[in-house]
């Protein structure tokens, strides 16, 4: 048996019966689609996910399935895990229509190297090409700066910053009612809505700065 799978299985068979363990982990293996040869620390977390799920069908017991809920998480295989993960920043200069296209890809990697399933990662990706774009358009040229946070669960903070003309009214863009004449004035609206944490800082002649967060769950 694998290390890690062992892991699980010593924590799973001090409360359920060890003929149990094992499938249990099985099956928490093919739905959560991992491979445990090479398990990324994403993979780590949904496997954990999956395998608590099953706990909660197969123990029946309310008094041990709270005590092996707990096992698992003392194990720390979910703290092992985060640690794991690479926390850090990355800078892209944004000052053509390449820079706009590195800096959207890199934040798809760096979502896949996050383990999370992909429709995030491209959520993320569309996000940062929104206001690369809008850095491009509107002020020539700003940053944009991807981090993983080192939060529970682990998010991803895009900032996107320009010395441009700033936008002369923040909360009449976001308002719904807005026309632009440059696109379709959805833009912001959008980043927004993905997003879960979202600011917009600006005003005429001081640039803009737009920090969102997302959270890794
Ligand atoms: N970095 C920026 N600097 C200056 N003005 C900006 C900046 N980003 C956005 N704006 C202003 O805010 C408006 C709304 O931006 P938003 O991205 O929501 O829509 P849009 O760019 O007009 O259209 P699209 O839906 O194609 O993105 C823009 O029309 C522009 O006037
Ligand atoms: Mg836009």
């Known amino acids: 048996m694998k290390e890690f799978k062992k892991k699980i299985f010593d924590v799973l068979s001090k409360c359920v019966n060890s003929i149990l363990a094992e499938p249990m982990i099985e099956s928490s293996i093919r739905r959560a689609g991992v491979n445990c040869d090479k398990l990324s620390p994403g993979d780590v977390n949904r496997l954990i996910g999956e395998i608590q799920k099953s706990v909660k069908l197969f123990v029946g017991n309310p008094l041990d399935r709270k005590n092996c809920l707990r096992l698992l998480n003392q194990a720390l295989l979910r703290e092992e895990a985060n640690r794991k993960i690479k926390v850090g920043k990355v800078t892209f200069e944004i000052k053509n229509e390449s820079d706009i296209v590195r800096a959207r890809s890199r934040g798809r990697v760096i979502c896949q190297e996050l383990g999370v399933r992909d429709s995030v990662g491209?959520?993320?990706?569309?996000?940062?090409?929104?206001?690369?774009?809008?850095?491009?358009?509107?002020?020539?040229?700003?940053r944009v700066e991807i981090e993983v946070l080192d939060t529970?669960?682990?998010?991803?903070?895009?900032?996107?910053?320009?010395?441009?003309?700033?936008i002369a009214d923040v909360n009449e863009v976001l308002s719904g009612n807005y026309r632009s004449k440059t696109g379709m004035g959805m833009g912001l609206i959008a980043v927004r809505n993905i997003m879960d944490e979202f600011e917009v800082e600006s005003s005429p002649g001081s640039g803009t700065r737009v920090t969102v967060k997302k959270y890794m769950q």
């Open 122 to 142: 491209i959520k993320v990706a569309t996000v940062i090409s929104e206001l690369a774009r809008n850095i491009f358009r509107y002020a020539g040229e700003g």
């Open 152 to 166: 529970k669960p682990v998010g991803i903070q895009v900032v996107a910053s320009d010395n441009g003309p700033g």
